[in-house]
T-cell receptor, first 114, second 114 residues
């Protein structure tokens, strides 16, 4: 089964708006959580990541919130811009036990309309 | 200059034929990965490696082999290509294992099996 799931295949938001992308995971051992951004015909690039010892990390317009008890993390984007239009992939991995696997969600296609 | 390069960038193969996708990284990273991208599935891990001459199965290894002859090079081999293997394949490298560090992706290899 899918260990990391994104609830929305697509989202549309007006320029300047705030949006939230959600991700749920199953594995209690996951302690590293990330969001990657992917433009069409390009490779994914890391947007922001957080480890399980914190429940929030902010980087400019982007904030990751982690809810470990609910096995859920989210990406909040403020003041959305047309260049934010892309596919956003959440990912999670376990640093304990020697695992080297990062598991991705299905992706959410975000469109920011001007 | 791109640190993870894939070849070929695009390939058309016939069903039952052999396909080799190559990946070269200059990041001096120990970990390398092969993912495939399909619409609605995000990125799924096929094989990965954390040291030369050793490979590990990911989540969807069936129908694929991998080879890591050196730290810099990681190949994905489809011995008998099938229609269901039509996808975009991404190679990535990481310096600390995907559970702990950022993945750096190549440009992707678009494979079409006819």
């Amino acid at each position: 089964g899918q260990q990391v799931k994104q609830s929305s295949p697509s989202l549309t938001v007006q320029e300047g708006g705030i949006l939230i992308l959600n991700c749920d995971y199953e594995n209690d051992m996951f302690d590293y959580f990330a969001w990657y951004k992917k433009y069409p015909d390009n490779s994914p690039t890391l947007l922001i990541s957080v480890r399980s010892n914190v429940d929030k990390r902010e980087d400019g317009r982007f904030t990751v919130f982690l809810n470990k008890s609910g096995k859920h993390f989210s990406l909040h984007i403020t003041a959305s811009q047309p260049e934010d239009t892309a596919v956003y992939l959440c990912a999670a991995g376990a640093t304990q036990g020697g695992s080297a696997k990062l598991i991705f969600g299905e992706g959410t296609k975000l469109t920011v309309s001007s | 200059e791109a640190a993870v390069t894939q070849s070929p960038r695009s390939k058309v193969a016939v069903t039952g034929g052999k396909v080799t996708l190559s990946c070269h990284q200059t990041n001096n990273h120990d970990y390398m990965y092969w993912y495939r991208q399909d619409t609605g599935h995000g990125l799924r891990l096929i094989h990965y490696s954390y040291v030369a001459d050793s490979t590990e199965k990911g989540d969807i290894p069936d129908g694929y082999k991998a080879s890591r002859p050196s730290q810099e090079n990681f190949s994905l081999i489809l011995e008998l290509a099938s229609l269901s293997q039509t996808a975009v394949y991404f190679c990535a490298s990481s310096d600390a294992g995907a559970g702990t560090g950022q993945l750096y992706f190549g440009e992707g290899s678009k494979l079409t099996v006819l």
